[in-house]
């Protein structure tokens, strides 16, 4: 077997990122308290997010857009242009906060990229992306960068075929069953499941037991050898 490319996610592989949307939804919560209970404000929330994806794509903006919808279905349109103003700013500092990589991030993608082409496959905003992956420091390492508005099977087949040798040499690695790994396994890739500690509801997945191509690991830390096990001796 030949491993020739390796794809990464981004937000919560090689950095943090849904530790800042937990933050934002509970001072979200704090501000439509009166109206009410945070159970309630986070189904409602989390249902408004699911009926927009098809509308605002997935990402900081259509989360922000999700909640000033929220806090008007939940104060029956009687929300204050204060809270609006509140929710606004809360997202554009999450716009604004600085990179966290997440531990064994750096150090693999660079060792990797020494051996196989490797690619940064993600979804999202563009500019939002864009801005994660210019303070990261890791995009001389990556061969080519691809920000998606949502990833299948074909999504993952294009990809590894315009940057690669096809799906069939391709591994996609991720935090996200749902997303990084489940599609790219119908594809004909690797996945290799590298969990985060918070996961979205709505990636939420549950593990392709029993696929040979599927694997997992606790962090980044032990892809290499992985990889090296898997297909030895490539070399781009």
């Known amino acids: 077997m030949t491993l020739a490319t390796i794809g990464f996610d981004a937000d919560d592989t090689l950095w943090q990122n849904e530790a800042f949307f937990r933050l934002t939804q509970t001072r979200f919560t ?25 509308h605002y794509g997935f990402g900081i903006k259509g989360f922000v857009l999700s909640m000033i919808e929220t806090a008007i279905e939940v104060t029956d349109q009687r929300v204050s242009a204060q809270v609006i103003a509140e929710i606004m700013a809360a997202g554009r ?40 992956l210019a303070q990261s420091g890791l995009g001389d390492l990556f061969d080519g960068v691809e920000i998606v508005s949502d990833k299948t099977p074909t999504t993952y087949a294009t990809i590894f075929a315009r940057h690669g040798s096809g799906a069939d040499q391709a591994m996609m690695v991720g935090n996200s069953l749902k997303s990084d790994v489940l599609p790219a396994l119908a594809a004909g890739s690797w996945g290799v499941h590298v969990p985060h500690g918070l996961t979205w509801e709505l990636e939420r997945a549950d593990p392709p037991l029993g696929q040979t191509r599927f694997h997992a690991l606790p962090d980044l830390g032990g892809l290499p050898d992985l990889v090296e096990r898997l297909a030895p001796n490539y070399h781009k």
Not at 31 to 53: G, K, T, V, Y
């Open 93 to 132: 500092e999450m716009l604004a906060h600085p990179i966290e990589l997440l531990p064994h991030a750096r150090e693999t993608v660079t060792a990797l990229s020494q051996t196989h082409r490797v690619l940064l496959i993600t979804k999202g905003d563009l500019l939002d992306q864009e801005r994660k």
């Open 30 to 54: 704090d501000l439509l308290s009166d109206h009410a209970e945070a159970e309630h404000l986070h189904e409602r929330l989390l249902a408004a997010e699911r009926r927009n994806l098809g």
